[in-house]
């Protein structure tokens, strides 16, 4: 089982929709993740029926008993987050203030205040109209959990393929550089960088590759939008060849990538186009590699 992740150093450079067409080209021989847990989008191309739901519970909050509260204002006092606001003659906390640091029940005197377990979001085993299982999961508004439940969503994505014996796992991960990119691209087969030919689509591209050769996993990039700035094109293509990354294709910009979304599909799925064809090509690429 092989695992490839689609991943930009920014948003809109059109990542997921080259990951749908990766899922849909790949049929039932692949399991798709998406672990864009902070924007998921997957389900608007792929239109997947719920087959397994469950909760994910990480990090703690406060809650206080109102029945106990003495009303004595202890935990305000060093809650760092004012996360603590009086009602009435008691306190309470506010829950998207609440950063979990378990302060407040060490000084309170009358044990009012518990840590529970926090529901940080909800993670979704799926069968796609593609003919595949998808892995998705949804974060709770306010919770900064995003890097543990794309770990989460990953280690199920894992144990769909070896389930199903597919051959695959397609991983459209996040943008950006921060922890769910880490948690997106940690002991994968291979990275697809996917960017755009301006000033802030280089500059993050170049960001986003030193994570990944911190991991040492191979990397092949795709230019989409190729012929908004050809100069810039050709100073990407220079880059890859410098880099020792693989250009696996170039896409000029189409509004059939804008079509296919709102028409729920995707863009390897508009026949006879461009775009489709090209997107057949970059899977046989992936393959090769």
Known sequence: MKQIVIIS????????????SLAYLAGSRAVVADCDVDAADMHLVTAPQVLERRDFFSGYEA???????????????????DAIIPDGDVYRVLPLECEGCGYCPRVCP???IEMKLLK????????????NVMVHAALKIGSDMSGKLVAEVRKEARLQAEKAGAEFVIIDGSPG???????????????????????????????????VENFGIPAGMIINKADINPEITEELKRFAEEKDIVLLGTFPYDDLFV???????????????????????????????
């Open 9 to 20: 150093g920014k948003g809109g450079t059109g990542k997921t929709s080259v990951s749908a």
């Open 63 to 81: 809650v206080i008993d109102p029945e106990a509260c003495a009303g004595c204002g202890d935990c305000v006092e060093v809650c760092h987050f």
């Open 110 to 112: 009358v044990e009012a």
């Open 120 to 131: 940080a979001g909800e993670i979704c085993v799926s069968r796609t109209r593609m003919d």
């Open 177 to 211: 550089t921060g922890c769910p990119v880490t948690a997106s691209i940690t002991g994968t087969d291979q990275v697809v960088l996917v960017t755009e030919p301006t000033l802030s689509g280089m500059h993050d591209l170049k960001r986003v590759l030193e994570v």
């Open 259 to 289: 079509e296919a979304v709102n028409s729920g599909r995707s863009v390897a799925e508009m026949e006879g186009t461009e775009p489709a064809r090209g997107m057949k090509e970059l899977w046989g690429k992936l393959e090769e590699v």
